[in-house]
């Protein structure tokens, strides 16, 4: 079975194995991803696989309109979120987050608390 990819930058790979960031914000060029669809998930810097993700939903959302929920959801403040995403698209006003939980080499959760 073949799976759609995702990158991530390599700064976040050891939030997302340690289940510390679950849910990614991007922009419309990524907005295709379905819920129960499973992401290879690669370093955006020299494309190293790292985990598989399964995607939990994909909800449309305004920049201004992010919040702490996201933030924490990211393991960042909300500050370093809107700074992060300022930073990556330029100018962008819309976005979707993507809900994700990590799975384990078996393709099942990974989570020891879910
Ligand atoms: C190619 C590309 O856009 N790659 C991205 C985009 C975003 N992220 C991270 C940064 C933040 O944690 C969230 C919100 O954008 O997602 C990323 O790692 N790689």
Redesign the pocket.
Same mark, same amino acid.
């Given at each position: 079975m073949s799976y759609r990819n995702i990158?991530?930058?390599s700064r976040?790979e050891s939030d997302i194995l340690a289940d510390r960031?679950t849910i990614? +914000?991007?922009?419309q060029s990524?907005s295709h991803f379905q819920p129960g669809e499973i992401l290879t998930v690669a370093r955006?810097e020299d494309d190293q696989y790292f985990c598989h993700i399964r995607v939990n939903a994909v909800t449309p959302i305004h920049f201004d309109a992010l919040n702490e929920q996201h933030a924490v959801q990211?393991n960042?403040t909300l500050e370093e979120?809107k700074s992060? +995403?300022q930073t +990556?698209?330029p100018g962008q006003n819309e976005f979707v987050v993507i809900d994700f939980t990590r799975l384990d080499v078996t393709g099942n959760v990974a989570a020891t608390n879910s």
């Open positions: 990158t991530f930058f976040f960031k990614t +914000i991007r922009d990524e955006n990211e960042m979120l992060v +995403i +990556i698209y």
